[in-house]
């Protein structure tokens, strides 16, 4: 088996949402803008508070970022859910670079937010800590997170989970 990256580039990650990146699965990073993070500065599954795996992640801030300019005028602010959207983002990912296949979504997660991101912020980071991969009719991946602002914590997320499913479990999910 090949060894796997443990970092990845923004040209890497655009590669991966378009489905391109060498050796993955068909879970895919979302394309900008909606892509949170520049790069992937760590990931591994079998380090983490847990040892069995972590991600983080980094985001150069500039004061002309998309989400600045309508939230709020006047006052830019990222939205937090952003924050937390980019370490679902990671979970999704992590899934994916351990060969799970399928889908990332989104299942829920407890959060607290201590702080923003504004626009004179100049590095937003995020980390991942993997808790529990369970590997069945679906794979789940459950992580606890943080968001930081210039080094400072400003979100904590407790129990983020993401599932990968096949396209009939999705169609199902749509009643189709």
Request: glycine letters at 14%; proline letters at 5%.
């Amino acid at each position: 088996m090949a060894e796997r990256a443990h970092q990845f580039s923004y040209e890497e990650l655009l590669a991966h949402g378009r489905g391109e990146l060498p050796g993955q699965t068909d879970a895919r990073l979302p394309a900008p803008p909606m892509l949170m993070f520049d790069r992937i500065t760590h990931i591994a599954d079998n380090d983490g508070l847990y040892g069995k795996g972590s991600v983080t992640a980094e985001l150069d801030v500039h004061p002309d970022l998309w989400f600045f300019k309508c939230h709020f005028i006047g006052d830019p602010v990222m939205p937090g859910c952003l924050g937390l959207d980019a370490v679902w983002q990671m979970t999704g990912f992590f899934l994916g670079w351990t060969g799970s296949p399928g889908r990332g979504r989104a299942l829920g997660g407890e959060i607290k937010m201590t702080g923003q991101v504004t626009d004179d912020v100049k590095l937003v980071e995020y980390g991942i800590d993997i808790k529990r991969v369970m590997r069945s009719r679906l794979t789940l991946g459950i992580a606890d997170g943080w968001v930081k602002a210039d080094g400072k914590v400003i979100y904590e997320a407790k129990d983020l989970r993401v599932g990968l499913f096949t396209e009939s479990q999705l169609r199902d999910q749509k009643g189709a």
